[in-house]
């Protein structure tokens, strides 16, 4: 029995009759101790639980609000037209389109329709001479990526979206919204004589020189073709390259090197597929022809790797119509 009160008094416990001062103290000073603890923890556990919410929150409202994430980008340009087009159509409009350059048919990321006004009571022919239409074109940045190429084209149609005109040009675009190309410029001039030929090409004529495509290696005659003469574009009859550059480079295409006229051929940067090359395409119609490297003979050391389709050949130039 007095072992049992021994224990009971060891442990601060205290009779209604019985006062432990020193005891007493302590226990207070370890009861104040573990309070402390427990609101400290709690305060801790509080915060944790604030922040995890807060956290969530955000994300669920970043999630819902598109507005905070950078998901399109916009180009602003003008399409300025420096020559004659008669319309005879009250509903024809310009067409401004931004498109991935790719070997098959050119895909639409975004475009914009802008109706040209006809002030002309009289009749219902109209005038596209020097006028300016602006365009913003907005375009989602999940469609970006840098291993592609763009295009960025101003195209007149009539309202049965028959095509009387289009103008491409070839801008860089990138995934940053402040590097973007802003107040392009695309000049649309009168319809040339050649571009009926466009739709008279082969469907490979075609894919090549106006998709950016390229026909298989080995598979065009005018690859072996020793004769001399000179090679012209199969669209706008250009004079391109001559015979007197032209070399067998073991690759399966036409290969030059060096241009027949300076000024006539015309380069860009073409980043598909992962790589960095120079595009070269007619000056005149644009109309892509292939590329340049600069592993070609001497005294130019440039390879023009042509594809045969893209070019004409006419061994004396009394043949050219």
């Not at 389109?97 to 006004?117: M, T, V």
């Not at 960025?152 to 973007?180: C, F």
């Not at 390229?214 to 020793?226: D, G, I, R, W």
């Amino acid at each position: 029995m007095d072992a049992w009160l021994a224990d009971l008094y060891s442990v601060g416990y205290s009779f209604p009759s019985v006062v432990l001062s020193s005891s007493s103290s302590i226990i207070q000073k370890r009861a104040a101790i573990y309070v402390t603890g427990l609101a400290e923890l709690f305060l801790y556990i509080f915060t944790a639980f604030f922040l995890f919410n807060l956290t969530i929150s955000k994300q669920q409202e970043n999630l819902f609000d598109q507005s905070k994430r950078l998901t399109h980008a916009i180009i602003h340009g003008e399409v300025h037209g420096n020559g004659t087009l008669p319309i005879e159509d009250k509903n024809s409009y310009l067409l401004v389109e931004l498109r991935l350059s790719r070997d098959d048919r050119p895909r639409s990321i975004a475009r914009n329709k802008i109706k040209f006004n006809n002030n002309n009571n009289n009749n219902n022919n109209i005038t596209t001479q020097s006028f300016t239409l602006q365009f913003k074109l907005k375009y989602p940045l999940s469609k970006i990526s840098p291993h592609n190429s763009y295009i960025l084209s101003a195209k007149i149609l009539n309202s049965q979206n028959k095509l009387i005109y289009i103008g491409d040009l070839h801008v860089p675009i990138t995934e940053r919204k402040n590097e973007q190309a802003k107040y392009l410029v695309i000049n649309v001039i009168k319809t040339p004589s050649w571009y009926n030929n466009i739709d008279k090409l082969s469907l490979l004529a075609y894919k090549v020189t106006q998709w950016g495509g390229t026909e298989e290696a080995f598979t065009s005659e005018l690859y072996t073709n020793k004769k001399s003469g000179i090679y012209t574009c199969v669209v706008c009859n250009s004079t391109l390259f001559s015979s007197k550059h032209k070399y067998n480079s073991g690759t399966g295409w036409p290969s030059f090197y060096q241009v027949a006229i300076e000024g006539n051929v015309a380069t860009n940067i073409d980043r598909k597929y992962g790589m960095t090359r120079t595009e070269v395409h007619c000056a005149k119609c644009k109309a892509h022809l292939g590329h340049v490297f600069d592993d070609g003979p001497q005294p130019t050391y440039m390879r023009y790797c042509i594809n045969g389709v893209a070019l004409q050949f006419y061994s004396d130039e009394n043949e050219m119509k």
